[in-house]
């Protein structure tokens, strides 16, 4: 009976994703009705979860990185500062952190994501604990005829 109970635990703690997300992804503060993102790119395998923001000069605005599951990230080897913005599982903000320059280690052990955002845009948004935020498709740009 081990197998089984080796196996439930396994799935337990394996990412739940209810839905596909491919980029680009928007994230609105539904508590304080705010945009986010309007260009986060998931990160949901093990290969970009590893790679995260590194080799990047820098995020453009409305750009971030969703990686998924995490509950921790370090910033060694960036060149750039960000703003953290950690979830859990139902995308209530359980943490954020502002400006995390180069060489920095975050975590926050309630989280099942986080939101590696442009720095400057906790505050722009006045994100903070206890918000939720909703992540789903960026609508569809429209180009000028």
Same mark, same amino acid.
């Given at each position: 009976m081990t197998h089984g109970f080796w196996d439930g635990l396994k799935q337990w703690f394996s990412p739940r994703p209810s839905v596909t997300y491919k980029a680009p992804l928007r994230v609105?503060? &539904?508590?304080? !009705?705010? /945009?986010?993102?309007? +260009?986060?790119?998931?990160?949901?395998? !093990?290969?970009?979860?590893?790679?995260?923001? &590194?080799?990047?000069?820098? &995020?453009?605005p409305g750009g971030g990185?969703?990686?998924?599951?995490?509950?921790? /990230?370090?910033?060694?080897?960036m060149r750039f500062a960000i703003d953290l913005v950690y979830l859990d599982r139902?995308? +209530?903000?359980?943490? $954020?952190?502002?400006? $995390?320059? %180069?060489?920095?280690?975050?975590?926050?052990?309630?989280?099942?994501? $986080? &939101?590696?955002? %442009?720095a400057g845009t906790v505050s722009t948004t006045r994100t903070e604990p206890g918000d939720? $935020?909703?992540?789903?498709?960026?609508?569809a740009q429209s180009s000028a005829a």
């Amino acid at each position: 009976m081990t197998h089984g109970f080796w196996d439930g635990l396994k799935q337990w703690f394996s990412p739940r994703p209810s839905v596909t997300y491919k980029a680009p992804l928007r994230v609105l503060n &539904l508590t304080r !009705g705010t /945009v986010l993102a309007t +260009q986060m790119e998931p990160s949901h395998t !093990g290969a970009t979860r590893r790679k995260g923001l &590194l080799g990047r000069d820098g &995020l453009m605005p409305g750009g971030g990185l969703w990686i998924a599951p995490c509950e921790s /990230v370090h910033t060694f080897f960036m060149r750039f500062a960000i703003d953290l913005v950690y979830l859990d599982r139902e995308n +209530q903000i359980k943490k $954020v952190r502002s400006s $995390v320059g %180069p060489w920095r280690m975050s975590a926050c052990f309630e989280a099942h994501s $986080v &939101l590696e955002l %442009p720095a400057g845009t906790v505050s722009t948004t006045r994100t903070e604990p206890g918000d939720t $935020v909703e992540i789903g498709p960026a609508p569809a740009q429209s180009s000028a005829a």
